[in-house]
């Protein structure tokens, strides 16, 4: 790995992975997302507190700051590893961004869009999983969870190199571990 492609990687992921969707999608109406509904600043704090407007720009925006920094990266570098480590530092920065004091959110639209550049055949079993999951259980969040695991192994399954689909477990098991946390919220 070239030291100077590595550390600018690095930089650019963790940058990218700061602009908080959610931060940015309910800031116009004078909210400060930290300090409403779960106090979380993630898509789904963002439709708590301003509405499926708000929630859709927040995935937009999260969705595009992943792809759109692992396509720049991917054109600057050659082979695997620098795509996994800059989704690994994208997620840093969105779980704790530096300009929202490290205050950010818990990494699952950084997963599935991280999840979709590096293998998107897995996203395919995650989609077909989560409509089976809802329409069994009726439970959004526990059928997300049991289709996110579900992308480690159809990465695997589907013949994507071994590094993908262990980056990818990883990757959700920082998801977990985040929604394991107690929220951050802490009202004024």
């Known amino acids: 790995m070239n030291f100077i492609i590595g550390i600018t990687v690095v930089v650019l992921s963790y940058l990218a992975g700061g602009i908080m969707g959610a931060h940015y999608s309910v800031r116009g109406s004078g909210v400060d997302i930290r300090q409403e509904g779960s106090g979380n600043v993630g898509a789904t704090n963002a439709l708590r507190v301003s509405g499926r407007k708000a929630f859709v720009l927040a995935v937009i925006l999260d969705i595009t700051k992943v792809i759109g920094t692992l396509f720049i990266v991917s054109a600057m570098t050659d082979g695997n590893m620098y795509l996994i480590g800059s989704s690994f530092f994208l997620m840093i920065g969105h779980l704790f961004p530096f300009q929202l004091g490290f205050h950010g959110g818990k990494g699952v639209v950084v997963?599935?869009?991280?999840?979709?550049?590096?293998?998107?055949?897995?996203?395919?079993?995650?989609?077909?999983?989560?409509?089976?999951?809802?329409?069994?259980?009726?439970?959004?969040?526990?059928?997300?969870?049991?289709?996110m695991t579900s992308i480690?192994?159809?990465?695997?399954?589907?013949?994507?190199?071994?590094?993908?689909?262990?980056?990818?477990?990883?990757?959700?098991i920082v998801v977990m571990i985040m929604h394991l946390k107690p929220s951050h919220h802490v009202k004024a």
């Open 111 to 147: 997963y599935l869009a991280a999840s979709l550049f590096l293998s998107p055949l897995s996203i395919a079993g995650f989609i077909m999983l989560m409509g089976i999951g809802y329409f069994a259980l009726r439970k959004y969040k526990v059928a997300g969870f049991i289709a």
């Open 152 to 172: 480690p192994v159809t990465s695997f399954l589907t013949g994507d190199p071994i590094e993908i689909p262990l980056s990818l477990a990883g990757l959700f």
